[in-house]
T-cell receptor, first 116, second 116 residues
Framework: AQTVTQSQPEMSVQEAETVTLSCTYD???????LFWYKQPPSRQMILVIRQEAYKQQNATENRFSVNFQKAAKSFSLKISDSQLGDTAMYFC?????????????WGLGTSLAVNP | SQTIHQWPATLVQPVGSPLSLECTVE??????LYWYRQAAGRGLQLLFYSVGIGQISSEVPQNLSASRPQDRQFILSSKKLLLSDSGFYLC???????????????FGPGTRLTVT
């Protein structure tokens, strides 16, 4: 069975500092994608960053970057220069093909508070 | 560009009443469509997904049903609501599962349902 585990239910960081959110996953698929989604208090689910499993290079999107360790099945998210607007729930997810469908397996989320 | 709409945004319904939540997608064709429920601001539970008109797959047995009468329309229904149906309902779309298509899902703004 495919699983995604986020071991940090809550985290906090001071504004302008760097924080790393952890995620581990387990899949038997050879072709899969990994994602981090952000859900702010508005509850709109927003895609933050994606990583294709066959790419060794870590994905980066502005202040957001990932550390993808395929052998260890680890996919952490680093937020640099944290801003108050980064306060949100962050979900790690793993996507794979299931016939004609793309299924996402979700972690339970990490609640991040950025403090002024 | 693609957009996804959900309505209503908020709904308060008594136990035993019917339910109809609607989701529509613009700017894409033949999308995969998904209904999720999120309870207590935590993880997402996949309820239904659809890979085409009239094709519905249920992930968990429950009091709800889904229909896809048009390519870009996805409806979540119930004949009689239960207290346990309260939650935040999210609709999402992704590209079909053909080679080269992206794996990520894009979400609507959600519907907050309270069953009283």
């Amino acid at each position: 069975a495919q699983t995604v585990t986020q071991s940090q239910p809550e985290m906090s960081v001071q504004e302008a500092e760097t924080v790393t959110l952890s995620c581990t996953y387990d899949t038997s698929e050879n072709n899969y994608y990994l994602f981090w989604y952000k859900q702010p208090p508005s509850r709109q689910m927003i895609l933050v960053i994606r990583q294709e499993a066959y790419k060794q290079q870590n994905a980066t999107e502005n202040r957001f970057s990932v550390n993808f360790q395929k052998a260890a099945k680890s996919f952490s998210l680093k937020i640099s220069d944290s801003q108050l607007g980064d306060t949100a729930m962050y979900f790690c997810a793993c996507a794979y093909n299931a016939g004609n469908n793309r299924k996402l397996i979700w972690g339970l989320g990490t609640s991040l508070a950025v403090n002024p | 560009s693609q957009t996804i709409h959900q309505w209503p945004a908020t709904l308060v319904q008594p136990v035993g009443s019917p339910l109809s939540l609607e989701c529509t997608v613009e700017g894409t064709s033949n999308p995969n469509l998904y209904w999720y429920r999120q309870a207590a601001g935590r993880g997402l539970q996949l309820l239904f997904y659809s890979v085409g008109i009239g094709q519905i797959s249920s992930e968990v047995p429950q009091n709800l049903s889904a229909s896809r009468p048009q390519d870009r329309q996805f409806i979540l229904s119930s004949k009689k609501l239960l207290l346990s149906d309260s939650g935040f309902y999210l609709c999402a779309w992704s590209a079909q599962g053909w080679r080269g298509a992206s794996y990520e899902q894009y979400f609507g703004p959600g519907t907050r349902l309270t069953v009283t």
